[in-house]
């Protein structure tokens, strides 16, 4: 892609090791019913509350909405990012609270957006984790090109997505994306906190990006991210990543082998879910 050529040839980030994605064991909890809690989950226990959030569009099975996404960032050498805001103190009801928010395209962009199935008890959601937020390839059983010219643990970069026009896995059509599973936020953490996430690269994305502030302000050069964690029991779904999916009609969807819910990368939407309260400390 021309856009690439002021990057770097990658070098010494090809190598991989297969494992297993871990999923937690908690599931969300949906914003009917919500108010009850929401006294609970306020700022001051944790960052918790009723949030509204983008996120990749649930398109069938029983999740209850879709998954959140994480905007991006490449930095000036082509590494890629997943965008997390600055730490502050906030007086909320009198009280210090360190918050991490962003204004982007006219949302509230916080790390409440990641807070169920458990994560929020991970560490890379608080706001003082200080992480330096690149993606980097993980464990995975998902896709051999991840196995063939990456290695586990190193940073992801534009150039290995250079074939994204035509990539393909011989699971659903050819040419709509190319997809790697990652992690974010999740050094020298234990394996059960880590974040996984999916990163995508896409035409689809860059028409996404010329049509929509948002996903203007959340792509770039057709990159997208989302937290990988199944909204319905937190499993971890995969875009292009099980040949089982095409059973469910899933093969161009993010399909959740669980129970079969399905999320459409290429749609997104808008909306509120209950946000629980972060763990704060070890
Ligand atoms: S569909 Fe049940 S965990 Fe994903």
Redesign the pocket.
């Known amino acids: 892609m021309a856009g690439d050529d002021k990057y770097p040839e990658s070098t010494g980030r090809r190598r991989f090791v297969k494992g297993v994605v871990g999923?937690a064991t908690l599931a969300g909890v949906g914003t009917a019913g919500a108010a009850g809690l929401k006294s609970a989950t306020a700022p001051g226990s944790g960052g918790g509350g009723i949030t509204t959030f983008k996120g990749v569009k649930n398109t069938g099975?029983?999740?209850p909405r879709g998954m959140p996404q994480i905007p991006i960032e490449i930095d000036e050498e082509g590494y890629l990012k997943g965008m997390f805001p600055e730490a502050e103190e906030k007086m909320i009801n009198n009280k210090p609270v360190t918050v991490a928010e962003k204004e982007i395209a006219g949302l509230t962009y916080s790390p409440k957006w990641f807070q169920y199935c458990g994560v929020q008890t991970y560490k890379g959601v608080r706001p003082e984790a200080d992480m330096d937020n690149y993606f980097r390839y993980k464990d995975s059983d998902k896709y051999d090109w991840q196995n063939e010219e990456a290695e586990s643990g190193d940073k992801v970069h534009v150039d290995d997505f250079s074939d994204y026009e035509e990539w393909g896995n011989g699971i659903g059509e050819s040419g709509l994306g190319k997809p790697a599973m990652v992690t974010w936020r999740s050094q020298d953490v234990p394996s059960s906190q880590t974040l996984t996430v999916q990163v995508i690269r896409s035409k689809n994305v860059e028409k996404m990006a010329e049509e929509d502030d948002w996903m203007k302000a959340s792509t770039q050069k057709g990159f997208m991210a989302f937290l990988n964690k199944?909204?319905?029991?937190?499993?971890v779904?995969a875009y292009k990543g099980l040949a089982g999916a095409a059973k469910f009609n899933a093969e161009d969807a993010s399909y959740?082998?669980?129970?079969?819910?399905t999320y459409d990368p290429y749609t997104i939407v808008e909306k509120d879910f209950l946000a629980l309260p972060r763990t704060e400390s070890e």
């Not at 199944?230 to 499993?235: A, E, I, L, M």
């Open positions: 999923s099975g029983p999740a199944c909204t319905h029991f937190c499993c779904p959740c082998p669980c129970h079969q819910s």
